[in-house]
T-cell receptor, first 114, second 114 residues
């Protein structure tokens, strides 16, 4: 069974630009979560989508947004990029989003903002 | 405010010896705890979990211990192998009635020397 895939794997942008990252969950998984990983902060939760609806949101500014499509694929958008947005962005999928579910992570997209 | 803390950013262990990774949490509502392992250029992979109704869970070389009164958990790897060298993340979540979104610590980098 194919794992979680994320595209692109690497991205370089400049301040003020916007970026869209893509995540394809494991087939049959309906929940997709996004995390930001930076060296000093670990994994910080951005948001979770389930059946095309945002179900949970972390403590990030409105410049960070996302959406989920009917096939469960998800995109994350960051507008007006800042230097501090440089990070590894990880996507994780779960089957139903219940308490017994395990999250499966993709390899991440490494975003560098210059 | 960090609700899940991994106070040791790194740990170095000799092959064959025991590795002990520690994690503290502050939210007494957490009732399900997980450990993830992350290699460079890959997403975190689920390693082992424990429910708050238990104080120990074992899976091969990996054992997680939970001390609820101290709000402390630890991951023991015995014997340690060079392939265990990775970053280990502790995570906690509210399994019953919560959002099931885990809160992660900042990670501990384990290096196992041959």
């Amino acid at each position: 069974k194919a794992g979680v895939t994320q595209t692109p794997r690497y991205l370089i942008k400049t301040r003020g630009q916007q970026v869209t990252l893509s995540c394809s969950p494991i087939s049959g998984h309906r929940s997709v979560s996004w995390y930001q990983q930076t060296p000093g902060q670990g994994l910080q939760f951005l948001f979770e989508y389930f059946s095309e609806t945002q179900r949970n949101k972390g403590n990030f500014p409105g410049r960070f947004s996302g959406r989920q499509f009917s096939n469960s694929r998800s995109e994350m958008n960051v507008s007006t990029l800042e230097l501090g947005d440089s990070a590894l962005y990880l996507c994780a999928s779960r089957k139903q989003g219940t308490s017994t579910d395990t999250q499966y992570f993709g390899p991440g997209t490494r975003l560098t903002v210059l | 405010d960090q609700q899940v803390k991994q106070n040791s950013p790194s740990l170095s262990v000799q092959e064959g010896r025991i590795s002990i990774l520690n994690c503290d949490y502050t939210n007494s509502m957490f009732d399900y705890f997980l450990w993830y392992k992350k290699y460079p250029a890959e997403g975190p992979t689920f390693l082992i979990s424990i429910s708050s109704i238990k104080d120990k869970n074992e899976d091969g070389r990996f054992t997680v211990f939970l001390n609820k009164s101290a709000k402390h958990l630890s991951l023991h790897i015995v014997p340690s192998q060079p392939g265990d060298s990775a970053v280990y993340f502790c995570a906690a979540r509210i399994a019953s009635g919560g959002s099931y979104i885990p809160t992660f610590g900042r990670g501990t980098s384990l290096i196992v020397h041959p």
